[in-house]
């Protein structure tokens, strides 16, 4: 019976060649790995979502400010107006 290497002419080649078994602290280390990247990906995705939140809070903020100024404007010019309407009385009572 005639028997063929079955890679070139290297005839020392058995399973273990093929297949290198993991450690239990290999094992280990790639678990914390997956743990540590799902960690980080969660912490990730909460900073996203307050950084979401914070930029809907400073929009709002924006828009109430800009509301507030609009009103401080007109109260503004309405007392410029009421003065000079109360001027004009006081000028018509001293006639």
């Known amino acids: 019976m005639l028997v063929l290497p079955l890679l070139g002419s290297n005839k020392n080649l058995s399973p273990s060649h093929f297949y290198k078994p993991r450690t239990i602290l290999e094992?280990?280390?790639e678990r914390n790995i997956e743990k540590e990247k799902a960690e980080l990906t969660r912490r990730?995705?909460?900073a996203e979502s307050k950084l979401a939140?914070?930029?809907h809070r400073a929009a709002t903020?924006?828009?109430k400010v800009a509301e507030l100024t609009r009103r401080a404007e007109r109260a503004e010019a309405?007392?410029?107006t009421a003065?000079?309407?109360?001027a004009k009385v006081a000028e018509i009572i001293t006639l």
């Open 27 to 29: 094992m280990i280390r």
């Open 44 to 46: 990730a995705e909460t």
């Open 53 to 55: 939140e914070l930029t």
């Open 61 to 63: 903020a924006e828009a």
């Open 78 to 80: 309405r007392a410029v």
């Open 83 to 86: 003065e000079s309407k109360l």
